[in-house]
Each structure stands twice: as structure tokens, then as C-alpha cells.
């Protein structure tokens, strides 16, 4: 598990943009950044305005595509098919 203070930016960015996708799990993140949910969630609340905070909790809250054991047996992916291309946690055309 890596310490959330040892995170760069770019790497809390993308954490944060995998979290507000609906199709990422939260073990695609814990696969590739080592952080479990709660240690998400708490991320979450630290970078983001209490008002988005919020916003953020009550659209994963349940949602079974954020959670691996209750997607449907023909979800296997960590994004969706629209998501441009991500190799090695490096974001393509960023900065």
C-alpha cells in the first residue's frame, strides 16, 4: 500500500478521475495505486470541495459497477470502451 502523502499529483489526479468514472472499480485503483476504498474515499474528501465530496458519495454509493463482486458476469474491463487509451498509470496527451 502506498502512503497518500508519497502520491504525486498526477498519479492523486488520476486516482480522482478513476474514482468519478463509473465504470472503474474501486480494485482497479487498489490493483494499480494500492489504496483501498476507504483510503479513496478519505482522499476524496481531503481534495475535493465538501460540496463535490457529496455529490461524489451519493453517485458511487451503491453503485454496483464501482464494486467488482457486484458487476454482472459480462463486465470484466476497468473502463469503458470510450476511454481514450492509459498505459502505465500516465495519462496520453496530458501537460
Do not use: Y
Not at 30 to 47: H, N, S
Amino acid at each position: 500500500m502506498k502512503k497518500k502523502s508519497t502520491l504525486t499529483e498526477l498519479q492523486r489526479d488520476r486516482i480522482i478521475e478513476m474514482a468519478w468514472e463509473d465504470r472503474t472499480p474501486f480494485d482497479a485503483i487498489l490493483d494499480q495505486f494500492g489504496l483501498r476504498e476507504q483510503e479513496v474515499i478519505t482522499l476524496m474528501r481531503k481534495e475535493m470541495k465538501p460540496s463535490s465530496f457529496r455529490m461524489w458519495r451519493e453517485r458511487v454509493q451503491g453503485r454496483k459497477t464501482k464494486h467488482r463482486q457486484q458487476r454482472g458476469e459480462g463486465v470484466d474491463r476497468f473502463k469503458c470502451s470510450r476511454q481514450r487509451n492509459i498505459s502505465n498509470n500516465k495519462v496520453s496527451k496530458r501537460r
